[in-house]
């Protein structure tokens, strides 16, 4: 455009009769002052609406997980409104509110308290919270947290643990706090009465060792941290079990570790306790008369053995009746017989008794026989520690079966019989090293070394602190203060 | 406004230092492991050790959230410094320049609040207010630097936007009072002796000429300068005006070329009253997105902390 610039005056000329403009409505101002008037007064009455009857899940961060989905028309089930309808909203509420909030971040309280009123009343149990010297205990949300998908909740993430166990300041405190608190009667891990656990002492400092990770400085367990031994009075030669020269077994099978560890119904090897009866007496059968195999001691009671042993002959009369003898005299012929040519073997029934019970290798006293019939005889001193009594039956200790060495986890053997990496079946001795064990007292536990093959990054297996470890401590515990603070 | 002088320095400066420390102090409190060894917060920085997942919802989160929606306040309140000119808490230009760069502060301050995530239907359709507000904001402030500069070398004799109806009305009024003295030229039986004065120069009654002008006011000239949007008309095309003025300027006599010039300053200055028209209307019309939604913001946003604090 190339017109001339106009002088002020000519400007202010064209503008003579119109200098009142700026007392007019102008009409673009108008009308984005009526736009803007419209949309908060829409946006006020659409906040009202919702208050009145709006779905709540327009606040909803996201689904409820399968557990509460029932719950996702009633946010009050857990969301208290106290803080608004707990009475008037008054100054000094607010400001007390408000200075909480950023003190202290939005509130957990109240939806904590709504769990454990919910789940007091539907599993009529309550939850104690973790060990006595927790210096911060957690919210129900932060570890089971909801809004996050439809399913099932999510899994507890290790690093909510983490953010104490890795943190040095709260585990130093926790440590001081533990060495101040009597810990007799606190069992974090009860089991049943007639379960033997190989309990050991709570180490001073409890479990306050600081750690990012289970391959990551997890520290190792405590009985392969500390010098323990199994203290049973067995004798058990696990090694020995895998010899070459062990017979079969019913069927042609070979001596394997799942012979006598059993698992039960839920794949636990600790409520199968391996019995005389039911695994060692296959092989064990404590014969004493090459010539009738069918004649075996008792096993459980040295007195009922020594009673055996006296009455000797009225057992080999009752065996001559299960062979089929009838006759009074066929039958003491039998026992006549057979008494005999146990005396070429022993000097005296005395000698016969010492040898029953102290004989130490009952494999010796009959060379040349097959194996299978030199392991099943006599010898209690093979496998316990006899004690001679004078005037009376020898002593055996009964011997103690654990059935959990490590009460502060838990683990799933039915999970661990495959090779995550190889696909082929996992051998027992690769974690436990039977076949490497003379001695009774070996703790044939694995190390946190042989776990982590698996259970780390590099192994790629799954290596959350839950997979063996639990929060939450009996609901036993509750009364002695265990909950939430 | 330009922003791109030193009154913006310290502005820019202040956006980039504020977003620098509330990026360490997320990082710090939220992925202390990220942060390269030296750079660790001190203590008095760190918040209290949170349960909260939501970042939102931590002490540090709210405070972020907090300092936002007070920059959101503050930058309502520009309309009503805009309206109290004569308030003396600063000047309208200082008020305008901390609006553009507090709100661009709010960027990172909402990012680093929402802890990058949509959250509920109720956050993320604050999300998308907030990006309708900034977005038409940051339009507009690209516009408040561009069209000034088109508006100083395109239109030298700016007129005061209120004033444009008058003064096109007035160069309408002078069309018809020009076509109206043609008129009365014709009706006269002689030629009227010339008298100085600002009518148009009737000194030469040429009839063929006053014909011809009249025709093309009527026809062309005062249509084009009566209606409101004169970018319909052939005439508010430069090129087609400059060739019809020269077609005009053969067809009458010499003596009546003045007039035709005149004509031709009126169209020339219609042209641009309706081009000022136009860019006053780009300069201003994104605040008809920037405002509403901007207060819609506001009104939401507060209802998103009262219910989040005292509610859920």
Redesign the interface.
Known sequence: ?D????TQKE?SG??Q??LG??S?I?L?RS??FL??F???A???AA?IAFSRRGDE??????PLSASHAALVHT?ASC?D?I??TGGK?TRNKFQD??SD??????A?DPIDKNCEACHLERDKRSFAFHEPNVV?N??C??CH?EHRGPGPMKIVASSQCA?CHD?PA?MQASAQKGMQLNWAGFQRHPHPPQQIVFDLPRPARGFTQVFPAFWDGHPEFQLKREPVLDRDVLKFNHERHFAADIPPLTGGRKLECSYCHKPDSEGRYNNQRITFAAQCQTCHSLQIDVQNPELTLPHGDTVAVRGFLRHLDSHYADLAVKKGLRQPNDIKNFVTTQMLRLRERVLSGEDFEHQVFFVADPYKPQPGMEPRARASFYGCALCHQVESRANDAPFIAKPIFVDRWMPQARFDHAKHQVDPNTLQPLDCNFCHHARQSRLTSDVLMPGIASCITCHSPAGKVVAECRTCHSYHAPASLAQMGLSRP | MRIFNRTHIPWFLLVVLATIAATWIYIGNFFPGRLPPGLSLPPALV????????IG???V???FG?VAFAIFIFGGLLSLRKRVVLWRIGSVQSWLRAHIWLTLLTIPLVLLHSGFRL?????TLLMALYGVVMVSGIYGLILQHQVPLIMKE????E??Y??IP??RS?LALAAERMCDSFKANAALPVARPVEPSNEPDLAVNDPESEAALIAFLKDQVMPYLRTRRGHRFKLGN?SYSNDTFRFVKLRVANAYHRQVEEIE?WC??R??LD?ETRLHYWL?SW??VH???S??LL??TA?HAF??????
């Open positions: 455009m017109s001339p610039r106009k400007i064209q503008y009769g119109n403009y700026f007019r102008h673009g009308a984005r736009v803007c419209f949309a908060a829409a946006g006020l906040i899940r327009f606040f909803n961060p996201g946010c969301h409104k803080t608004l909203l509110v408000l909030r950023f003190h202290q971040g939005i957990f911060q957690r919210s949300s932060v947290q953010s943190n709260i | 918040q209290k050790v949170s349960q909260h997942r939501s919802g931590t002490p989160g709210l405070i907090s959250g509920a239907p109720m956050t395109r239109l030298p004799n007129t005061v209120e004033q008058h003064v007035q430069t300053s020339d200055q042209r641009m081009l201003h605040l008809f405002v509403p939604f207060f819609l009104l939401l209802w219910v989040t604090l005292f509610y859920y």
